[in-house]
């Protein structure tokens, strides 16, 4: 039966009576919302900070940026933190994700040179959500590399294991008792784009073999800091922290909307996410094994006298297994997968060397402001059960969902998105998915990477004419401030008086703004 986005709840909801209305979130299921360094702080080079991989590559290519914003000043949170902090409580979240700038604490990348000023940054911050109850989240790496790093090989240098866990260890002795949850690393499938493409800095096009190696390196990072935290640190930590890995955790379905598997969808799910999920969370360890006897079998094609992709030892494969808490789990949307010789098509995401596969989208899906992000509700949901199947209900953290919208502060489209992945949640909740909570991205709008300002996915609305960076909270604020509180999704929620208070801040701020010219 082909059930089509927006509906397929609604379907479900006829089929067994259930009212939303009634369904809580659980008492112990946390909201949140997400951010990363380099997309808001700003002060790119203030106070002592080194020149990561984001400022050479814009810097020396200011035309991959499509509005020509970069993260120079972003939304200028190294200097607005207590503002963020503000708008924080005006949500009500209970967790705050942000990632520590590598390159703002070390600007070299090394131990040997440790920036106080940019550590003060992230105490100021951390005891500024402390005040208010609000936990921290932090990712360590969140695509922003030191550049001296980069200089040395980055990803594809197998010395960065030994500079991740250094750096590690610095952010746990400082803020050790003072982080709830850490993510160690943010979607290593950034690899295949920033050293097997040029779509993501560094922009180093090693197709087929950069891109494997950095997998491999950031793999192992991640599983030396996670030992490190679990041996010295975690068995003493004040506030019961744990650590993660999040990953882009997408939906990837059949065009007939089949139920059953086939082997260039199990394949490609295999290279999206299983490279990453099978080595922490299956029984037997390791990169997944259809990916690597792909892999060898084109190498061999090839000519080459062994396969691109690197090869775990025995003890690898015995650090990585069970090096994580819980699942990170970044979702935003679904593509259809079906064999082609013709490759994936290009404008979409998730091109690796080793799979010719169709990628594609429905055009009854609802767009976003993005061309790769459309609603399909359904998606999240048979995700979470796929990773309930596969990897025997892990604990999962969904640490990024978010939608792409114009500048504007009623952003309908969100909210219905808001309410339709929700209800998601509450399904995979019924069915019972260990899952610990949501973080909405983005808190405000950002500088998203290549696509400047030109999509936003902020609850708040950032004007980035202004001096101030002025936010002002979008009507799905608004929403999620009522879903945090009631802990439901609530279909007869209205704006009520929202539309006046939103435009009467407005032209508060616009007044004010007149008044200082």
């Known amino acids: 039966m082909k059930i089509f986005c927006v509906t397929l709840f609604f379907c479900f909801s006829q089929s067994y009576g259930w009212d939303y209305k009634k369904k809580l ?4 299921f946390r909201f949140g919302v997400s951010t990363s360094a380099y997309q808001i702080e700003g002060a790119w080079d203030e106070d002592g900070k080194g020149e990561s991989i984001w400022d050479r590559y814009v810097h020396t290519h200011p035309e991959v940026i499509a509005d020509g914003w970069n993260g120079d000043n972003a939304t200028d949170s190294y200097h607005l933190y207590k503002r963020d902090v503000e708008m924080l409580r005006e949500l009500g979240v ?10 703002r604490v070390l600007p070299n990348g090394h131990i040997n040179t440790i920036n106080e000023k940019g550590l003060q940054y992230y105490d100021n911050l951390l005891d500024e959500l402390i005040k208010y109850n609000i936990a921290a989240m932090v990712t360590m790496y969140h695509f922003d590399l030191p550049q001296r790093l980069q200089d040395l090989g980055g990803w594809t240098n197998p010395e960065i294991i030994q500079w991740f866990e250094d750096y590690a260890r610095v952010l746990f002795d400082r803020y050790g008792h003072k982080v709830k949850y850490w993510i160690t690393i943010n979607q290593p499938d950034v690899c295949f784009d920033a050293y097997g493409g040029n779509k993501m800095a560094p922009a180093v096009d090693l197709k087929g073999t950069g891109d494997y190696v950095c997998v491999k390196n950031m793999m192992l990072a991640h599983a030396r800091a996670y030992r490190l935290f679990e041996k010295e640190y975690k068995s003493r930590s004040e506030v019961n922290a ?17 139920t059953s598997e086939n ?5 490609y799910r295999a290279f999206s996410f299983g490279l990453y999920l099978h080595p922490i969370w299956s029984e037997s360890g390791d990169f997944p094994p259809s990916v690597k006897k792909a892999v060898a079998k084109n190498s061999k094609a090839e000519g080459l006298s062994k396969s691109r992709l690197p090869e775990l030892t025995a003890e690898e494969i015995k650090m990585l297994k069970k090096s994580a808490d819980f699942i990170g789990m970044n979702h935003y949307t679904t593509f259809f997968v079906n064999k082609t010789e013709s490759g994936v098509r290009s404008g979409l995401p998730y091109s690796f060397p080793d799979i010719e596969v169709h990628v594609s989208q429905s055009d009854k899906w609802l767009p976003s402001k993005s061309a790769w992000l459309k609603g399909v509700p359904y998606g999240l949901y048979k995700s979470l059960l796929y990773l309930n199947r596969v990897y025997n209900r892990p604990p999962i953290f969904i640490t990024e ?3 792409s919208t114009d500048p504007g502060l009623h952003d309908t489209s969100r909210i219905n998105m808001m309410r339709e992945y929700s209800r998601g949640l509450l399904f995979s909740l019924e069915d019972g998915t260990d899952l610990l909570g949501l973080t909405v991205w983005s808190l405000m709008d950002n500088i998203e990477w290549t696509a400047g300002t030109s999509e936003r996915f902020g609850l708040y609305e950032v004007d980035f004419d202004s001096p101030e960076k002025t936010r002002i909270p979008r009507v799905s604020a608004h929403y999620y401030k009522h879903m945090i509180h009631s802990r439901i999704v609530d279909e007869d929620w209205k704006l009520k008086n929202l539309d006046m208070s939103i435009s009467n801040r407005r032209q508060k701020i616009l007044a004010n703004k007149k008044t200082e010219l």
């Not at 979130?25 to 112990?28: E, I, L, N, V, Y």
């Not at 209970?94 to 390159?103: E, K, Q, T, V």
């Open 94 to 103: 209970d967790h705050y994700r942000f990632s520590i700038s590598w390159p």
């Open 263 to 267: 082997e260039e969808l199990e394949l």
């Open 25 to 28: 979130f659980p008492s112990d």
């Open 242 to 258: 744990k650590l993660g890995l999040s990953v882009s955790i997408n939906w990837f379905d059949a065009p007939d909307y089949s």
């Open 401 to 403: 969902h978010g939608w």
